[in-house]
């Protein structure tokens, strides 16, 4: 492995393979490249984190009906869905638990192989399964855990398809464009959040067109459809964007023997790339925090603000139309300022932000619209920029394992959110103080990440 540091983006780049190309097949390539971002994005935006979990999974329709019938003032009540939202925590973190232990093995084997573009298909295509599988989870405590596993499948799905999708970030853009290309593919995910999101709000004005809703049947076809949105959009991708070279001159090795050869890579690259390195343990920690902002925001706005459905729906909806356009902003600012000053500002920017969330939360609704809006303006930049900034590091023909180790170290703590959410959530019993611990992280991945050295900046 060489060492590979970031290098200043300059106008006069020559040499690139990208750049050779006619400039409407450049075009072509990154928009298919970018419509990934926004074929599976509504899984996380509507499933994930503002209506199947938030409003149906985590509701009263998976309670105890004895505990139902005493009411959302009862303590017994507030406890029973602070349990609900704990055990999907717990949940979401085993799944991360083996998205830590597959991914860098089999980015490794999709840059040998040359076998990139197929793994992001077989990762895209069980992220559809699970949504899919959605579909049979009906309102009853009884379907709870099948519910939590799809939910967190999908988790796994979607983070093994994005370690090559990342990995496809230097196919499609130069060092002087890597910046502004990858806050494309983000803003455009948000975007695609947002028109689905618009799409479950205009289902329910013309009230599902006489559709039944009982048996949470509603919630299930939103799954469903979100499912048929990656099917529709997801496919520019494989048929627009060439598969990879295989890297020949690294060995091909068994599954397990994978595991060895990766070890030794990551000795080289702490010993030649001591900057990746430590960016990669930095963004572990600050990363879990991002997450688990999306995985369990909605839930507060839900539970601890009393958002009705409509209300969380439509705070999805401006959350995410801001996180878009604050991330094809600061994408530009990326290749103009330096990835690190993106990310360590809005890393600022979101422990501020929920702070107040915490501080202010008895004065009502009008706390969390503010500063859960502008909280979301930080989230995407971060995301982006450190997307960019390690696929400016990384060597090329190991773009995969290289996300992959970002994907496992982000997972080997992806435990940190979820279990300091649900300790401090069972320590008080209320969940808004749940978002202590998600800030918790991000301020300790901010301090870590203050100590990690930026060669385009110094």
């Keep these: 492995m060489s060492d590979a540091t970031p290098t ?38 509507v499933v994930l984190t503002f209506v199947f979990t938030a409003l149906y999974l985590t509701g009263e329709s998976f309670l105890d009906p004895a505990v139902v019938a005493l009411g959302e003032d009862d303590p017994a009540y507030t406890r029973a869905l602070a349990g609900l939202t704990s055990a999907l925590g717990g949940w979401i973190a085993a799944g991360g638990v083996l998205v830590a232990i597959l991914a860098p093995v089999l980015g490794r084997r999709a840059d040998v192989t040359g076998r990139r573009k197929a793994w992001l298909g077989a990762g895209t295509i069980l992220l559809v399964v699970c949504m899919f599988g959605l579909g049979f989870v009906r309102a009853d405590p009884g379907y709870f855990v099948l519910g939590a596993a799809l939910i967190s499948l999908g988790s796994v799905a979607s983070e093994i398809a994005g370690v090559n999708y990342n990995a496809m970030l230097t196919q499609v853009s130069t060092p002087r464009t890597i910046g502004k290309v990858s806050g494309l593919g983000w803003g455009l995910g948000y975007v695609g959040g947002i028109v689905a999101l618009v799409a479950v709000v205009v289902a329910q004005t013309f009230d599902w067109w006489g559709m039944p809703t009982d048996d949470g049947l509603a919630y299930r076809v939103i799954a469903v459809g979100c499912g048929l949105w ?28 994978g595991y060895v050869e990766l070890w030794h890579d990551i000795r080289e690259l702490f010993r030649t790339s001591r900057t990746t390195f430590w960016f990669l343990l930095a963004s572990a920690v600050y990363r879990d925090g991002l997450a688990g902002v999306f995985t369990f925001g909605a839930i507060v706005a839900a539970v601890s603000f009393r958002f009705s459905p409509d209300e969380v729906i439509a705070f999805g909806i401006a959350a995410n139309l801001l996180a878009g356009v604050s991330t094809i902003l600061a994408g530009r600012l990326d290749d103009r300022l330096g990835a690190r000053r993106v990310i360590v500002w809005s890393l600022v920017g979101l422990v501020v932000c929920g702070l107040v969330v915490v501080a202010l939360h008895s004065s009502g609704t009008v706390v969390f619209w503010v500063a859960g809006l502008a909280l979301t303006c930080f989230v995407g930049p971060a995301q982006t920029a450190s997307r960019s900034y390690l696929a400016r590091m990384t060597p090329a023909g190991q773009e995969s394992e290289i996300f992959g180790l970002y994907a496992t170290t982000g997972r080997a703590v992806s435990f940190l959110t979820p279990l300091l959410w649900g300790v401090v959530i069972a320590l008080t019993g209320a969940t808004i103080w749940g978002v202590l611990g998600i800030v918790a992280v991000i301020l300790a991945g901010l301090v870590l990440m203050l100590v990690v050295t930026d060669p385009v900046e110094d």
């Design 230 to 257: 990656a099917v529709a959009f997801a496919w520019p991708l494989f048929r627009n964007v060439p598969e990879a070279p295989a890297a020949s001159d690294r060995p091909r090795v068994g599954f397990f023997a």
């Design 8 to 45: 200043k983006p300059s106008e006069h780049d020559s040499g690139h393979p990208f750049d050779a190309l006619p400039a409407t097949e450049q075009r072509r390539r990154v928009r298919s490249w970018a419509l990934w971002d926004w074929a599976t994005q509504p899984f996380n935006t």
